[in-house]
C-alpha cells in the first residue's frame, strides 16, 4: 500500500533549528513535497524534490533520500509565526500524478 | 491578485439535504482539485479535473459529485448520501495536472451537518 509518515507534533525554541522527517512507502514515487498550514487556513507549498540531496529557499531546506525513501524538512533560526502544521506529500506516478499525503506534523515554538 | 475563492466560509446543513460548495480560480490554470481534510489526518483527494468538461474520482469520491464545465470554476456537491459530511474542504488548482506543479489553495469552506 501507500503511506507516509511523520511525527505528529514537534517542540522547538524561537531561534532554534528543527528537523522533521519523512518516510514513505509508495509503487510509483516521483518526487517529494513539503506544505505548510496555519491553523484553520489554507496549505502553502514550501518546497519539492525530486532528486536525491538538499534543496535550500531562504530559511527553509528539504532533503530528500530516494534509496531510504526519507525525507525532511529543515526550518533554521525558527520564528513564532512558523508555528503551523507542516504536511508532506509524494507525488505518485501510479495514482495518475496525484499527491499522496501524510498526516501532518504540528510544529509548537516556544519564546 | 491571483488567487482561488471558495465560498461561503463557513456552511450548515441539515442531514439529508444536498450542498454545493464554490470553487473560482483566475490563476488560468489547467488542473483543480477538491481535498477534504478532517482533524489529525493529511489531506484525502475527493475529485480532481486535469482539464474543462473532464474529471476524476479521487479516493474518497462516494457521496460527492462536480462538474468542470468552466476552467475558472470547480463546485462540489456534497450530497445526503455522503455518510459523514462534516468536515473541511479544501479546493486547489495548479499550472496542470501531473509532474511537479505545485497547488495553489483556497481558505477552504468548513461544512457542519447536523
Known amino acids: 500500500g501507500q503511506s507516509l509518515e511523520q511525527p505528529s507534533e514537534v517542540t522547538a525554541v524561537e531561534g532554534a533549528i528543527v528537523q522533521i522527517n519523512c518516510t514513505y512507502q509508495t509503487s510509483g514515487f516521483y518526487g517529494l513535497s513539503w506544505y505548510q498550514q496555519h491553523d484553520g487556513g489554507a496549505p502553502t507549498f514550501l518546497s519539492y524534490?525530486?532528486l536525491d540531496g538538499l534543496e535550500e529557499t531562504g530559511r527553509f531546506s528539504s532533503f530528500l533520500s530516494r534509496s531510504d525513501s526519507y525525507g525532511y524538512l529543515l526550518l533554521q533560526e525558527l520564528q513564532m509565526k512558523d508555528s503551523a502544521s507542516y504536511f508532506c506529500a509524494v507525488r505518485d506516478q501510479d495514482s495518475n500524478y496525484q499527491l499522496i499525503w501524510g498526516a501532518g506534523t504540528k510544529l509548537i515554538i516556544k519564546p | 491578485d491571483g488567487g482561488i475563492t471558495q465560498s461561503p466560509k463557513y456552511l450548515f446543513r441539515k442531514e439529508g439535504q444536498n450542498v454545493t460548495l464554490s470553487c473560482e480560480q483566475n490563476?488560468?490554470?489547467?488542473?483543480m482539485y477538491w481535498y477534504r481534510q478532517d482533524p489529525g489526518q493529511g489531506l484525502r483527494l475527493i475529485y480532481y479535473s486535469q482539464i474543462v468538461n473532464d474529471f476524476q474520482k479521487g479516493d474518497i469520491a462516494e457521496g460527492y459529485s462536480v462538474s468542470r464545465e468552466k476552467k475558472e470554476s470547480f463546485p462540489l456537491t456534497v450530497t445526503s448520501a455522503q455518510k459523514n459530511p462534516t468536515a473541511f474542504y479544501l479546493c486547489a488548482s495548479s499550472i496542470d495536472g501531473v509532474r511537479n506543479s505545485p497547488l495553489h489553495f483556497g481558505n477552504g469552506t468548513r461544512l457542519t451537518v447536523t
Open positions: 490563476l488560468n490554470h489547467d488542473a
Open positions: 524534490n525530486a
